[in-house]
Structures are given as structure tokens and as C-alpha cells.
């Protein structure tokens, strides 16, 4: 372990990837959790400004997002039939929301280091003929997109006192069916799909002064997903 008697606030606390990176880090760490399934809406600006008023940390770790998991035998969205509604929500919570969050921990804490987390499908396109006809919905790629240069820009400006640096990982095995774990497993390097508990390390080092002089950077954790 990196980190060490940090107090880090985990959003997204309670999903796949939080659950498992919270039970990791709380080894050595005070972990205080933050999700919507315990109450927290932030998409609420006001609660954000209230919460993170009372609330202070080392460190920030951005789990949460808007997601559309593949599950087993689901038919997909195509261009052609995705609403604007359902384009908008993604933008606000995978964008909008997680600035207001970034903001927010910069602006009650003087220092500090901020994790978010991209995607694989933000560097290049998901490929259509892993979903039944369908695609990925677009609005996640692009707004996982956008947390990309969102972390550059907080880096820059909120530099020294607060690094911020972004991952990007690539597809987690979670209840999809066997069709779908095998054609993802063919188009990647590592010829399988990511566990749940492969970004705990990354996160960890994030979160450390062993990062120190790391900061605006995005890393991919792909399985190889992205290099062909």
C-alpha cells in the first residue's frame, strides 16, 4: 500500500469499482463514503457546496457515473433512437456533476489530490458489434471524453496545492453473458476482460505522496484495449 492515514472521500462508494476500491484503501485510510444509493444526489449543487463545507479530506476519488452496463441478453440503443434526454443525463452526471464535485473539494481543502475516472470508449469508439446490433450509448463515450480534459484543465488551475490526474480502464466483468466476455476477451491484448479489484492499485498510488509530481495525466488500464 501507498497511502497511508489519508482521509479520502470516495464517490460512487457503492457501486462495482467504489465497493472495491473502498474495501482496499480503508486498510490504511479513513474512507468516508458518498453515493446516491446512501442519500447523496450530486447532481444537487446546493448539497454538494453543503456537504463538502462540512465534510474535508486528502483526497478525492470520482467513481460515480451515469453508465449503461452490458447486461445479459439486452438489446441496445442505436443512433437512430437514443433520446436527447437520455444524451443530457449523461452529460449531467458524468460532466456537470463531477465538476461541481472537483470544485467543491478544491475549494474547502488546500491541498490535496483528486482521482476520476474516464474510460477506455473516451480514447476510441466502442465497437458496435459487441452489442446485439446496438452500440454503447454515445453520450457516455463523449462525456467520459470530457472528464479527460476536464482533469488537464483542473490540474493546471489548481496547481500546486492540488494534483489531479484521471484513469481510463477498459471493460470489468460483471454479469455480462459469455458471447459478450469472449468477444470482448478476442479484441484485447490480455485476451480477457478487467476484474473489479485490478484498479485498487492505481487508485492507491494516485492517492499517495508516491504521485507527487504527477499531475493532468490520464492512465489507461485497458488490458491493451486501445494500443491496436
Known sequence: MYSKNLKIIVTGSEG???????????KNNIIIPLDLTLGHDLTDESFVRKW??????D???????????????????????ITLDSFSKYLDVNLTALFSVCREFARNNGYGSIVNFSASTALV???????NGGHKHI?????????????KFLAVHLAPKIRVNCIAPGGV?????????????KFTPLQRMMKSDELNGIVDFLSSSCSSYVTGATFVVDGGWTTW
Open 16 to 26: 462495482l469499482l467504489g465497493t472495491q476500491i473502498c474495501k482496499s484503501l480503508k
Open 52 to 57: 463538502f463545507k462540512n465534510n474535508h479530506a
Open 59 to 81: 483526497c478525492l476519488i470520482n467513481c460515480f457515473a451515469q453508465n449503461d452496463h452490458v447486461m445479459k441478453k439486452e438489446q441496445r440503443s442505436t443512433l437512430f433512437n
Open 125 to 131: 469508439s466502442a465497437r458496435p458489434d459487441l452489442y
Open 139 to 151: 453520450a457516455y463515450s463523449i462525456s467520459k471524453a470530457g472528464v479527460i480534459n476536464l482533469t
Open 173 to 185: 466483468e460483471n454479469s455480462q453473458d459469455t458471447t459478450f466476455i469472449k468477444k470482448y476477451s
